[in-house]
C-alpha cells in the first residue's frame, strides 16, 4: 500500500513570496490533515478535512495560509506572502475516517526555509 | 499554554536495557493518547495507542502505561535495540480527531 506522498521534499523562499504545497493521501482515506511542525516542537494542526469538506481550520492563520482538497482527494497548502515565522516542516497525515481512534498516516513533510 | 507536555528532551540507554519515555498531560477531557516514532527526514509513523478505560496496553516489545489520577503516560521499549534511536511523540486528545502532540523525547540506544 502506498504511503502518503508530499512534495516537495524541500523548498527555500524569501520572505514576501509565495509557496504551495502538495500531498496525496493514502487511497481511500476520507480524512486529511496539515500540520506545522516548527523546530522542537511537536507537530500542529492546521486544518483538517473530510472529504472536501473543512472539519476544523481554528489554527490556520487564514490571512497568509489557505489549503483546499478539490475532489476529496489529494490537497494543497498555500502561504501567501510567507514570513520568516513560516520557517517549519509541513506534514500532510491522512486516516480512514473522522473518528478519532483511527491512527493517523504521516507523510515525508515539506522543509520549508524563509529567509 | 502546553498541554501535553514531554519533559525529557533526549535520553540514552544501553542495547538491552528498558528505554522509558514520559508523557504529562493537563486537560482531563483527553481520553484517548498515541506515540508516534519519528526518524530523520520522515514523517512521524504511529507506534501504540491507549484509551482511558485502560491502564496498560502491550505490542510487543512495546508497553504503555496510563495514569489517569496523575495525568501521566509512559512508554517503556524492553529491550531497547539500536534501531529504536529515534524522537517519540506522544499525542492527547478528547476522542476526536484533534490530537495535540507533545515536544518530542530524543531517543538514543547505544550498542
Known amino acids: 500500500e502506498a504511503g502518503v506522498a508530499q512534495s516537495p521534499r524541500y523548498k527555500i523562499i524569501e520572505k514576501r513570496q509565495s509557496v504551495a504545497f502538495w500531498c496525496n493521501p493514502i487511497s481511500g482515506h476520507a480524512t486529511l490533515y496539515w500540520y506545522q511542525q516548527i523546530l522542537g516542537q511537536g507537530p500542529k494542526l492546521l486544518i483538517q478535512f473530510q472529504n472536501n469538506g473543512v472539519v476544523d481550520d481554528s489554527q490556520l492563520p487564514k490571512d497568509r495560509f489557505s489549503a483546499e482538497r478539490l475532489k476529496g482527494v489529494d490537497s494543497t497548502l498555500k502561504i501567501q506572502p510567507a514570513k520568516l515565522e513560516d520557517s517549519a516542516v509541513y506534514l500532510c497525515?491522512?486516516?480512514?475516517?473522522?473518528?478519532?481512534?483511527?491512527?493517523?498516516?504521516f507523510g515525508p513533510g515539506t522543509r520549508l526555509t524563509v529567509l | 499554554d502546553q498541554q501535553v507536555k514531554q519533559n525529557s528532551p533526549s535520553l540514552s540507554v544501553q542495547e538491552g536495557r528498558i528505554s522509558i519515555l514520559n508523557c504529562d498531560y493537563t486537560?482531563?477531557?483527553?481520553?484517548?493518547f498515541l506515540w508516534y516514532k519519528k526518524y530523520p527526514a520522515e514523517g512521524p509513523t504511529f507506534l501504540i495507542s491507549?484509551?482511558?478505560?485502560?491502564d496498560k496496553n502491550e505490542d510487543g516489545r512495546f508497553t504503555v502505561f496510563l495514569n489517569k489520577s496523575a495525568k501521566h503516560l509512559s512508554l517503556h521499549i524492553v529491550p531497547s535495540q539500536p534501531g529504536d534511536s529515534a524522537v517519540y511523540f506522544c499525542a492527547a486528545g478528547p476522542g476526536t480527531y484533534k490530537y495535540i502532540f507533545g515536544t518530542g523525547t530524543r531517543l538514543k540506544v547505544l550498542a
Open positions: 486537560n482531563s477531557m483527553f481520553d484517548y
Open positions: 497525515a491522512s486516516s480512514p475516517g473522522l473518528a478519532g481512534y483511527n491512527e493517523q498516516f
Open positions: 491507549i484509551s482511558s478505560i485502560k
